[in-house]
Nanobody
Framework: QVQLVESGGGLVQAGGSLRLSCAAS????????MGWFRQAPGKEREFVTA????????DYADSVKGRFTISRDNAKNALYLQMNNLKPEDTAVYYC?????????????????WGQGTQVTVSS
């Protein structure tokens, strides 16, 4: 069973940066595509970004394009989300996610596993 543990959240002022990390265990990390989602208070969870198993393909929500960068280090079983020029509307719990199928890189709504989340708060 895959386990996903996020870290790196916190409180930052608007215009600042944060780097989130996701540690994955329980299976061969390098063979699975990964992603990040977020959920703001009172709102549904929304897709943020995804990356293919080898890092060759990425996908971003329009709201974060040009500000957020997803990356992975398969040697360390780690996924990252570099968030720059943060805005108050980026405030949310951020979740790491993945699929159950090896090498699969599917639609944004089709993720199978989720972490517990890490809180990001951006003050104005």
């Amino acid at each position: 069973q895959v386990q996903l543990v996020e870290s790196g959240g916190g409180l930052v002022q608007a215009g600042g940066s944060l780097r989130l990390s996701c540690a994955a265990s329980g299976r061969a990390f390098s063979r699975y595509a990964m992603g990040w989602f977020r959920q703001a208070p009172g709102k549904e969870r929304e897709f943020v970004t995804a990356i293919s198993w080898n890092g060759g393909n990425t996908d971003y929500a329009d709201s974060v394009k040009g500000r957020f960068t997803i990356s992975r280090d398969n040697a360390k079983n780690a996924l990252y989300l570099q968030m720059n020029n943060l805005k108050p509307e980026d405030t949310a719990v951020y979740y790491c996610a993945t699929w159950s199928r090896i090498y699969y890189y599917g639609p944004r709504h089709s993720f199978d596993y989720w972490g517990q989340g890490t809180q990001v708060t951006v003050s104005s």
